[in-house]
């Protein structure tokens, strides 16, 4: 009888099993790399939306800069508009903080307890809304809407001072109002 010996080479089946095995580990090789990609590329567009709200949602002074004084000594309180920028989104006032700061002192100056009742004495430390043009009576500074704001820090500015006023929404950029009071200061002054 004869001997059948076995050779030791790969047979069709098995070539097709390793064949289909490189192929199942390419193709989870490819499904992770694509699953990657796709939220890398999702978490690139967040960043760029993120981005693009914070700068839409910024605001702009319109028209003068006022500085008000009881005493014609000290100039006590602030008066500036804002609005939004063009193309910006509305912007909660409720929110926004501001930061006084001249060579000598910084502050926070904190909103009135009701921002919803127009005020124009706001109190030392203090800041409200006195004012509102094309819009409605709430805390939102919305497209196309003017808001008269009074700011009232705790010292009065005395003349040839330089003050900075820096308004920070609680999105988008802060805005910062850099003024100095006149050498003689009045009932109404305007400041530059």
């Given at each position: 009888?004869r001997?059948i010996?076995?050779?030791?080479a ?9 064949l289909?095995a ?5 193709a989870v090789?490819?499904y ?6 796709f939220?890398t590329t999702q978490?690139?567009?967040e960043?760029?939306?993120s981005?693009?709200?914070q700068?839409?949602s ?9 500085g008000l004084s009881s005493?014609n000594?000290n ?9 939004i920028?063009?193309g910006?989104?509305?912007?909660d ?13 910084v ?11 127009d ?15 094309f819009g409605?009576t709430d805390?939102?500074?919305e497209?196309g ?7 009232q820090?705790?010292n ?8 900075d ?6 999105i ?8 100095t ?6 009932a ?5």
């Amino acid at each position: 009888m004869r001997n059948i010996v076995h050779d030791e080479a790969f047979t069709g089946l098995e070539a097709a099993i390793v064949l289909i095995a490189f192929v199942v580990v390419a193709a989870v090789f490819s499904y992770v790399v694509l699953g990657a990609g796709f939220f890398t590329t999702q978490k690139s567009q967040e960043v760029v939306h993120s981005g693009v709200s914070q700068a839409s949602s910024s605001m702009q002074i319109v028209g003068d800069v006022f500085g008000l004084s009881s005493d014609n000594t000290n100039v006590t309180t602030v008066r500036y508009s804002i609005q939004i920028t063009a193309g910006g989104s509305s912007i909660d006032m409720s929110k926004v903080q501001m930061t006084w700061s001249t060579t000598s002192t910084v502050e926070n100056i904190n909103p009135v307890s009701n921002l919803s009742v127009d005020d124009t004495t706001p109190g030392t430390g203090a800041w409200s809304i006195g004012e509102r043009k094309f819009g409605n009576t709430d805390n939102l500074l919305e497209p196309g809407e003017i808001m008269t704001i009074y700011v009232q820090p705790t010292n009065g500015i005395g003349s040839n001072t330089k003050f900075d006023l820096e308004i920070k929404p609680s999105i988008g950029a802060s805005l910062s109002l850099t003024r100095t009071i006149p050498a003689g200061v009045n009932a109404v002054n305007k400041l530059y």
